[in-house]
Every structure is written in C-alpha cells, then in structure tokens.
C-alpha cells in the first residue's frame, strides 16, 4: 500500500474511495477570531479580522432589492464554541444591530449560542423577519446555512433540512451602499469568531433539493451540479 500525503489546510477527500480517481478539496477555509493581531482562539473588538467584498449595487455584492434569492454557506464552530458580541455578524451587508434600511445577515445570537438570519425594514430601525438556527451547535463541527426568500416568505435550512420559516412584515428592498462582510458588520465594531467556507448568492428562492445538495459537501466550485441562478 502505498502512502497519501495531503498538505494544505481543511482538506477533504471527496469520491469513491474504493475508485482510482479521488478528489482531494485543498480550498482554504476563512477563519475569524476577532482581530488578525489577536493569537488563536483570542477575540478582539477591533475586528481588523474580516472579508469584505466592495458595493457593487448588484446581487453579486448582496444587494437583493425586493427580488428572490438565497445565501448559502457553511460555518466551522470552534472549540469553545463562538465568539464576540451577541449579534456580531457573521455573514452580511447593510448591517449594524441599529437595523440600518436594507440591510441583512447572518449573526450571532448568543442566546443558546445559535445563528439568526435578519432582515431590515424599508424605514430601517427595525427587523422585517428573524429566523433561528439550532441552539447549543456541537464544537469543533462544520454546519450549513442557506436563507431563501421568494416574496414575503422566508426559509432557513440547517444541514439541508428546513429549520425555521417566517412570513416576514415586508418583502424589504434590501439595497444598499455597504460592503458585503464576512466575520464583522458592516460598521465593523460586531463581529463573530468562527470558520466560513464556500459562500453562494443565488438570484433565486432555492428548492428543498437544490439545499440538499449543497448541503451534502462543501461544493466549492461555482458549477454546482446545475443549480440555476
């Protein structure tokens, strides 16, 4: 037998393993702790420790409008569990926990240490939908996200399941001139300590099916078995 060395960082070995042909995903993984000064498993409020992607006034920045769409990702909880403020952002554009108008994201709740997704209303100031994610998620574990919307109506799945649905207030125009952020908000004083991997923005309201696939691996490439949008 002979010997397979494999170097990089969050490799996974995807495929049959009783074939030839195995494909090992060497993507790296994004890993927040807070601050890029800070040492491992340290939180800082300074949030230098982020990804930020420029407005681009379209859906590949974030900016929805009133249209359909679905967010999709997966997040690493680190040993400890997560880190930084209650609401720190984990995922999102427009937004601040003072619910500026257009804005969304994933974030932190710190209530049972579980992942929201909101959304803000027209006038701003207040939240036109919150759904939950599981509270008490395990440590050192890998957990996938995907938010869709088609009009009013609101859909969080957790692992591919369905987990949490809402009919929101409003459907919000979720335009805006912040930049999409990863690992802090956009004011950049809330954030969340914590691993993301493949991040997806669809211009439409994913089926049960489609989330079930992109679910199933860390499908890092952007053809994704022919998911439209």
Known sequence: AGTIEINGTGGIIEGDLGAANVNVNLDKTLVFDGSASAGAGTYNATHTDRCTVADGNDINSGDFGTAAFSVSFWLYIPVGGLVGESW?????????????????????????????????????????????????????????????????????????????????????????????????????????????????????????????????????DCDVGGISG
């Open 88 to 220: 720190g952002a984990v995922l999102g554009k427009n937004y601040t926990t003072s619910a500026p108008s257009g804005g969304w994201a994933f974030v932190r709740n710190a209530t049972n240490e579980r992942i929201a997704f909101q959304t803000s209303t027209d006038a701003g100031g207040g939240w036109s939908d919150t759904t939950y994610g599981p509270a008490n998620m395990v440590e050192d574990s890998w957990y996938h996200f995907c938010i869709t919307r088609s009009g009013a109506a609101m859909k969080l799945y957790v692992n591919g399941e369905s987990f949490d649905e809402n009919t929101a207030s409003e459907t919000s125009n979720l335009t805006g001139s912040g930049a999409l952020t990863i690992g802090a908000n956009t004011s950049n004083t809330q954030g969340c300590g914590c691993g993301v991997a493949d991040v997806k923005i669809f211009n439409v309201a994913l089926g049960a099916t489609d989330v079930k696939f992109l679910s199933s691996k860390i499908q890092a």
